[in-house]
């Protein structure tokens, strides 16, 4: 007899389902300030970053000092340039995009200038508009937060936008000509001891700029959401999740109130630091500049009365990647924004499982049929479809304890279209699906963020994922339909199939003892 073990191949067809093509894609970004390499996964209609290098650069000086980028600045980028080039041939990089944005419009020889990068490294050089820029601003928040009506707040280092939309429409913007570098070099020089005289010297001097929107009028300002983008809300965003000991580690479509931005302000112009320092672990820009952006953002909060805001970690970039990757954006906004993020998720994370759709289907029919049971309103529809397509995020660890590891995995994830709320109960959702693996102690991590309700819907919900899956753990989709009886003390549940789900039943049984512990029913399966 043979004692060598026998392998059999799959046919063609079965590996090329589990193996999807992807491609690489380059983003370059050049700025007066500096150059930004973007490296994503491409498929057509999706797209996920998986890569970022920042170098910075001095062309802001050369521009500011005579209009013209000298030549040591031309030797300093085109050597970033190179670098990036060499980075993505390593990388087998299939395709890229290079622009520059449209403050580099200030340079007289800004023409020359992207020529010489064009030839030096072979990427193609686009000048952004300022129309540009603000659309893809647009495209980039529109398609990644559930915020159809919004005004976008951008400080920048030398200019600050405000842009107005409802939905797929811009309805007006404003580019202030004055950013966070631009006032701190104004106010801040000579500075010694604390900020705090001088940030309230900018922010009186900004709030005097903000004209010219009379837009605003085809907004009412009370159904209208505020967000902001770029470095300074970053830096915002991270000084506050610290100080709160926020326990989601997601920058990405984080909540904050005028309270909790006053906190942050107030202990950043309190600090005694030299203008040119760095304050550790928030950014690389000086605490002058940091400073002189928080300031603004206060006089914006004034002017427009802001109760609250979201962060959001998309730009100029984020939108291009948008338009180029999945073009239906180029004509209007996504409609399911969290469906999306799943699907992308599942793409480039979760190979071989490609179910998490129908799972969710199933889970859905569940949730309607047996709602006089659970009682849950729609909001838990959201944690629910991020449990279903992700409950086996896990095995990517590994195999031996995929519910738990799923925890950490989804609430690493950055996901488009879902509160940080949804996020951490969808977590749970996917990682509790067998009652003796949940953990009260790591839920009590998270207790500025949900509440005892939604530890209840986690238990209720987590029942019905573990059915749903089981009902499709073969990933074939053979059961079409559950028709659901609650008769007395049992729940029948009647599988609508054309093939043998013998195997599938056999698994759904085995969670009858967590139904039963949850419902007060007997389960019974036909």
Same mark, same amino acid.
């Given at each position: 007899m043979n004692k060598d073990f026998a392998s059999v191949e799959f046919d063609d067809k079965r590996k090329s389902d589990i193996e999807p093509s992807k491609e690489k894609i380059a983003l370059v970004e050049i700025s007066p300030y500096q150059v930004k390499l973007s490296l994503a996964w491409y498929v057509p209609g999706a797209f996920e970053v998986f890569d970022q290098y920042v170098e910075p650069l001095l062309l802001h000086e050369d521009i500011e000092r005579d209009g013209f980028i000298k030549p040591t600045q031309v030797a300093c980028c085109k050597d970033i340039i190179k670098m990036y080039r060499r980075l993505c041939d390593s990388l087998n990089i299939t395709k890229s995009i290079a622009y520059a944005t449209c403050d580099l419009r200030a340079a007289k020889n800004h023409y020359g200038f992207l020529d010489e990068m064009e030839l030096s490294s072979g990427f193609k050089f686009r000048l952004l508009s300022e129309e540009d820029e603000i659309g893809a601003i647009h495209t980039g928040i529109v398609n990644s937060l559930d915020i159809s009506k919004g005004i976008i707040l951008c400080v920048e280092e030398e200019q600050t936008r405000i842009v107005g939309y409802v939905r797929r429409v811009v309805l007006g913007s404003q580019v202030i000509p004055f950013g966070y570098e631009t006032l701190s070099k104004l106010f801040m020089e000579g500075q010694t001891g604390n900020f705090e005289e001088v940030c309230k010297t900018i922010k009186e001097f900004f709030k005097k700029q903000i004209k010219n929107l009379d837009w605003l009028g085809d907004l009412e300002l009370t159904d209208v959401q505020f967000i902001g983008i770029g470095d300074i809300f970053d830096s915002i965003g991270k000084i506050s999740r610290k100080g709160k000991k926020y326990p989601l580690d997601i920058p990405h479509n984080y909540p904050m109130s005028k309270s909790d931005f006053v906190n942050v302000y107030n202990?950043?112009?309190?600090?005694?630091?030299?203008?040119?320092?760095?304050?550790?672990?928030?950014?690389?820009?000086?605490?002058?500049?940091?400073?002189?952006?928080?300031?603004?953002?206060?006089?914006?909060?004034?002017?427009?009365?802001?109760?609250?805001?979201?962060?959001?970690?998309?730009?100029?970039?984020?939108?291009?990647?948008?338009? =180029?990757?999945? !073009?239906?954006?180029?004509? %209007? /906004? +996504?409609?399911?924004?969290?469906?999306?993020?799943?699907?992308?998720?599942?793409?480039?994370?979760?190979?071989?499982?490609?179910?998490?759709?129908?799972?969710?289907?199933?889970?859905?029919?569940?949730?309607?049929?047996?709602?006089?049971? =659970?009682?849950? !309103?729609?909001?838990?529809? %959201? /944690? +629910?479809?991020?449990?279903?397509?992700?409950?086996?995020?896990?095995?990517r660890l590994r195999f031996c304890s995929t519910k738990k590891d799923a925890l950490n995995v989804i609430l690493h994830s950055q996901l488009y279209g879902a509160s940080h709320k949804d996020i951490v109960i969808g977590a749970f959702i996917a990682s509790t699906q067998y009652s003796e693996e949940f953990s009260l102690s790591e839920w009590v991590k998270y207790k500025d963020i949900v509440d005892d309700e939604d530890l209840q819907a986690v238990k209720k919900l987590a029942v019905l994922v573990r059915v749903a899956t089981c009902f499709d753990r073969a990933g074939q989709k053979s059961i079409t339909d559950i028709v659901c009886d609650v008769l007395g003390d049992s729940v029948i549940m009647k599988t609508i199939t054309e093939t043998d789900i013998e195997f599938e039943l056999r698994l759904a049984n085995q969670a009858g003892a967590d139904f039963k512990r949850v419902f007060g029913k007997t389960l019974e399966l036909l």
């Open positions: 202990a950043i112009t309190s600090l005694n630091l030299d203008k040119e320092a760095r304050i550790k672990g928030v950014s690389q820009k000086s605490a002058g500049s940091i400073a002189s952006g928080f300031a603004m953002v206060s006089a914006l909060i004034d002017f427009f009365n802001i109760p609250e805001f979201t962060i959001s970690l998309t730009g100029v970039e984020t939108g291009i990647l948008f338009n =180029h990757c999945v !073009p239906i954006t180029n004509e %209007k /906004p +996504l409609q399911d924004l969290l469906g999306y993020s799943l699907e992308t998720n599942q793409e480039f994370y979760q190979e071989g499982q490609t179910n998490g759709a129908h799972v969710f289907d199933l889970a859905m029919l569940l949730f309607k049929q047996l709602r006089v049971m =659970h009682r849950l !309103p729609r909001m838990y529809i %959201k /944690p +629910l479809k991020i449990a279903c397509y992700m409950y086996n995020s896990g095995s």
